[in-house]
Nanobody, 120 residues
């Protein structure tokens, strides 16, 4: 395991949650870091990819305007702020090094996920 996602849990529809991604194995600052999710029975989906230095990257269409990724390189941590959560956001969320073009893809490192459940 290279990266670890934290902060998942149970939240009601319309609520918010903030995930964190950290590692003690290498410096995140030199990588673009992304969030991916996978719900049971569905394909893995790229949620966001934030560039080096915090420059805007790319968000998946399903989360645009609701999710925001940020990074604090002094803490070697990347965040995913999730607002206006919907039941269809329920999934295991993973952080990983990323790249993007028309879509978000995983590059070198992957991580251990955290489960987000959106339900009333």
């Amino acid at each position: 395991v290279q990266l670890q996602a934290f902060g998942g849990g149970l939240v009601e529809p319309g609520g918010s949650l903030r995930l964190s991604c950290a590692t003690s194995n290498f410096t995140l600052a030199v990588y673009a870091i992304g969030w991916f999710r996978q719900a049971p029975g569905k394909e893995r989906e790229g949620v966001s990819c934030i560039s080096i230095g915090g420059k805007p990257g790319l968000y998946g269409d399903s989360v645009k305007g609701r999710f925001t990724s940020s990074r604090d390189d002094s803490k070697n941590t990347v965040y995913l702020q999730m607002n206006s959560l919907k039941p269809e956001d329920t999934a295991a969320y993973y952080c990983a090094t990323c790249g993007y073009g028309d879509s978000i893809y995983n590059t070198t490192y992957w991580g251990r996920g955290t489960l987000v459940t959106v339900s009333s």
